[in-house]
């Protein structure tokens, strides 16, 4: 008998605390809407009562999503549950609350301040309240890890007594090793005597590289839900990468026989690019499954075996996991049927309005670059979404620079409907409309990254520019795509402005020198 491994999704909480990736309402809904394509059993959508804009992103997704139940994180408190349960409550019967409170001796004694009596009890009253307010309740043990293995299994036993149908357990700190992490799940099943009524979910974090292995380890002596995020975004080093979990119990079914997930495989590719790009966060090119040399031969002798059959360095085909091979390559003869199809493709249903703005867009590049791939498409909507409604946009860029002389660039911006024109010299054509762009608003942030990766190959490949900047805690990404590196960095920066909260126009624009 088939077992299934239940996937609940972290990307827009967990992986929204990853620096610079936090995401607006559209964008979480978009990626929530790739999520459940992809086949997710659970999306957790969101931490309702952190902001206003928090529990309004949670509560469109309960409204909209269908295919996945909805969690809302909520912390062992009255106030957090209520806003958690409001938030939730689109999804119906599909709604959960996710609450948890930490139970190691360093938590509850150095941050919570708590005898383990009270934090019991408390667990037990957030679980009742929870209860009360939603059809389902998953409660966690933080830093489950670190915890006494008896007071985990005090804490479990009450919780589910007390109407919790999902324990998880999260390696919070990614401590763990998988055999210990693996025989503590085993322990909890074997020692609670209620464990039966609940399912045993896990929750790693890849601080020692080990969140998979852990995960896996555990799903080896029990789990049937992890939790992850799409290319293992998340606090600190991340969560488990989905991509990989599915991947690794699909691709060795000889040793995971009966235990699968419903993801489609065929979308993972799709939803790594599409959250890498909404989070401006890129995947490294070496990352296994989503990376872009996951499934390139460059030695001589793996070419030749490939060409004589693919398995003898290949476990899985591209294809399997969405690199899509039909090639069907667009370009400026292709027309909106084309257009279409292959957005649909990559999971986004346009409308008409949708399809016009965007084939127009697509022209533009088409005229500028030869051959146009699926990167260039998301960057295309990105970059259309990026700038609807944005207060600060770029309204035109003139750049000189050569061997001879100083970098000089001149910059338009529209500002809050206004028009504001500033130049500046720098050490690079880059640094000098940096310069430019960031004399015209505040607060304009430390710029903590900036990188440049070309979208895909050739000398007229776009440029996809990631800058992330600092404002106090604050921090936020921008991305920026084009076949011009200096235009592209300049839509990046000005990206990332309009995720600083209350950046206006600066008051004396002095700069201006009209060259
Ligand atoms: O890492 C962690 O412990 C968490 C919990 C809130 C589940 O993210
Ligand atoms: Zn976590």
Redesign the pocket.
């Known amino acids: 008998m088939s077992e299934t491994i239940h996937i609940f999704d972290?990307t827009l909480r967990?992986g929204e605390q990853s620096p610079g990736c936090s995401m607006n309402a559209e964008e979480k809904l978009r990626v929530a809407l790739a999520l459940e394509k992809l086949g997710v059993d659970v999306i957790e959508a969101g931490f309702p009562v952190a902001s206003p804009d928090d529990f309004a992103s949670v509560e469109q997704i309960a409204t909209e999503i269908q295919g996945s139940r909805i969690a809302g994180?909520a912390r062992a408190l009255e106030k957090d549950i209520e806003a958690a349960a409001r938030a939730i409550a689109p999804a119906g019967e599909r709604g959960r609350i996710?609450t948890?409170i930490a139970t190691s001796p360093i938590h509850m004694e150095a941050k919570l301040r708590m005898a383990p009596d009270e934090v019991v009890a408390r667990a037990v009253q957030a679980v009742t309240l929870a209860r009360s307010l939603a059809p389902e309740v998953e409660f966690?043990a933080?830093?489950a890890g670190r915890s006494e293995i008896d007071f985990l299994c005090r804490i479990v036993e009450a919780t589910i007594d007390a109407g919790a149908t999902i324990i998880?357990i999260?390696d919070?700190v990614g401590y763990m090793t998988p055999d210990e992490f693996g025989g503590r799940i085993r322990t909890l099943i074997e020692r609670v005597p209620n464990s039966d009524q609940a399912i045993f979910s896990v929750?790693c974090?890849n601080d020692l590289g080990l969140a998979v292995a852990n995960s896996l380890a555990a799903v080896e002596n029990g789990a049937r839900q992890v939790?992850c995020t799409i290319n293992g975004l998340g606090?600190r080093a991340g969560n488990a990468a989905l991509e990989e979990i599915v991947m690794i119990l699909r691709t060795r079914r000889d040793r995971y026989r009966n235990l699968d997930t419903a993801i489609d495989c065929t979308r993972i590719v799709p939803t790594s690019k599409l959250v890498s790009q909404i989070t401006g966060s890129p995947v490294q090119a070496n990352k296994s499954i989503v990376g872009a040399n996951a499934f390139a031969h460059e030695s001589g002798i793996h070419q030749d075996g490939m060409l004589k059959h693919h398995k003898t360095y290949e476990i899985m085909t591209p294809e399997s996991v969405g690199w899509s091979t039909n090639r069907m390559v667009l370009g400026k003869h292709s027309g909106r049927a084309a257009l279409s199809a292959r957005y649909a493709e990559l999971g986004l249903e346009l409308d008409r309005e949708q399809l016009n703005t965007l084939f127009a867009r697509f022209k533009v590049l088409a005229d500028k670059k030869k051959e146009i791939f699926d990167e260039d498409l998301l960057a295309l909507v990105s970059d259309d979404r990026d700038t609807q409604d944005e207060r600060i946009s770029l309204v035109g860029l003139h750049v000189a620079s050569g061997t001879r002389d100083t970098p000089v660039a001149v910059v338009e911006l529209a500002i809050d409907g206004e028009i504001h024109k500033a130049s500046s010299e720098g050490d690079g054509p880059v640094d000098a409309a940096f310069k430019a762009i960031k004399s015209l608003v505040e607060p304009n942030g430390k710029l903590l990254l900036y990188q440049v990766n070309a979208i895909t190959s050739g000398t007229d490949a776009q440029g996809d520019v990631t800058v992330r900047l600092q404002n106090g805690n604050r921090v936020v990404n921008g991305q920026g795509a084009s076949t011009d590196i200096v235009v592209a960095s300049a839509k990046a920066l000005i990206a990332a402005l309009n995720k600083l909260p209350e950046t206006h126009a600066r008051e004396v624009h002095a700069q201006y020198s009209g060259i």
């Open positions: 972290t967990d994180l996710h948890f966690s933080e830093d998880n999260p919070t929750h974090h939790e606090e």
